[in-house]
């Protein structure tokens, strides 16, 4: 398991999506291959956009398909952060 603590790449307000794409090639997607379980961990983070959710982990999750999500988990999300990952994955897994 590999642990992506955000604040310290977007601090309080996750909204650079240049960001997000840069964690998921460079170390999501890598531990995910190799076999590991990811926790993003969204502590101190008060609020994230939905292109930044977006952009995090749209593209594995249309890669890997849904399941690919029991190997992924959230930690420390304020509500607003929850909101948008729940919006990302509902349409990702309506679009799949």
Do not use: W
Request: net charge positive; aromatic share 8%; with cysteine.
């Amino acid at each position: 398991m590999i642990r992506i603590k955000l604040f310290p790449l977007v601090g309080s307000f996750a909204e650079n999506k240049d960001i997000a794409r840069q964690v998921r090639i460079g170390r999501i997607i890598p531990a995910l291959e190799g076999g590991k379980d990811v926790t993003i961990d969204f502590e101190k983070v008060e609020a994230a956009t939905q292109s930044f959710i977006h952009a995090l982990i749209s593209d594995i999750i249309r890669k890997y398909g849904s399941e690919i999500l029991d190997r992924i988990y959230f930690k420390n999300c304020s509500e607003t952060v929850k909101k948008m990952i729940t919006i990302v994955v509902d349409y990702m897994q309506e679009s799949v």
